[in-house]
């Protein structure tokens, strides 16, 4: 049974900087999709950063040069690296996966099938 368990989340000023991660299992796939989604309070789900299982990274244009998505495979954890945070940045941040196909493509909501609980991040100004 896949779980994704994210850690990490807090509060913090703008300015600042955080790290997500998410611990990944139960899976066998090679080939896979995960990726880092937000919701802020009271609008939709939006994705963030995505990563192959061959290492290659796409990022949303809001956080571009200040995200950084980046996995360990030997450990089975995903990371988002978060500098320069800014107060729109505040969300309940979620680990996503997809497995047997890459980030090519679509990468909305509900094309993954598996989801961590949330972790929330919280940035004041």
């Known amino acids: 049974q896949v779980q994704l368990v994210e850690s990490g989340g807090g509060s913090v000023q703008a300015g600042g900087s955080l790290r997500l991660s998410c611990a990944a299992s139960?899976?066998?796939?090679?080939?896979?999709?995960m990726g880092w989604f937000r919701q802020p309070p009271g609008k939709e789900r939006e994705g963030v950063g995505f990563?192959?299982?061959?290492?290659?990274?796409r990022h949303a244009n809001s956080v571009k040069g200040r995200f950084t998505i980046s996995q360990d495979t030997a450990k089975n954890t995903l990371y988002l690296q978060m500098h320069s945070l800014k107060p729109e940045d505040t969300a309940m941040y979620y680990c996503?996966?997809?497995?047997?196909?890459?980030?090519?493509?679509?990468?909305?909501?509900?094309?993954?099938?598996?989801w961590g609980q949330g972790t929330q991040v919280t940035v004041s100004s």
């Open positions: 139960g899976y066998t796939y090679s080939t896979y999709c």
């Open positions: 996503a996966a997809r497995f047997g196909t890459d980030c090519s493509g679509r990468k909305v909501v509900s094309l993954f099938n598996y």
């Open positions: 990563i192959d299982s061959d290492g290659s990274t």
